[in-house]
């Protein structure tokens, strides 16, 4: 098949995860990555970069929901760069994190060695114990909070569900 094109639509099954939780399928052969599809999920994808071996798409509509999706609990999901798998029940994070592990060991490590499972977290919130805020807006008009995926621009977050109350508050 040519390259895709780009703005064109297509109808995709969601077969699997980038080691940042995008959502991966394939489109005539070509591999599209979607950020927030999950596995086992049907979408109308957009591509937004059309390359000669892997484009981008962004979802358009989710056809058929997986049933590890999830609201995400924070109102800055999507627009912050700051956490990738909001979208997903906690168990599928944990599979998908699991996922990541073994990848990174087959891969780059070149080891035929696997983890069968994973500890979970007392709680899925107020975790990190590391907090990068970023600064940005005028003196006028300063914006605390996380850079939007892919760029520099600052998504102004007041309370991050993942730091600690105390790294919240010295932002």
Known sequence: MD???KNEIYEADITGFT???LGVCHIGGQAVFVRGALPGERWRVRIVKA??????GRGEEC??????R???A????????GCAAMHMS???ELEFKRGK????????????????GIIGAGTTERYRNKAIFAVGGSAAEPVCGFFRTGSHDVVPVNDCLLQSSEANACA
């Open 74 to 81: 924070c109102p800055a999901y999507g627009r912050c760069g």
């Open 90 to 92: 906690y168990a599928r």
């Open 101 to 116: 592990v073994n990848d990174a060991f087959r891969r780059i490590g070149g080891l035929e060695l696997s983890v069968d």
């Open 63 to 68: 056809l058929s929901p997986s049933p590890d």
């Open 19 to 21: 080691s940042d939780a």
């Open 3 to 5: 390259v895709l094109r």
């Open 51 to 56: 390359g000669r071996s892997v484009s981008y």
């Open 70 to 72: 999830i609201a995400p």
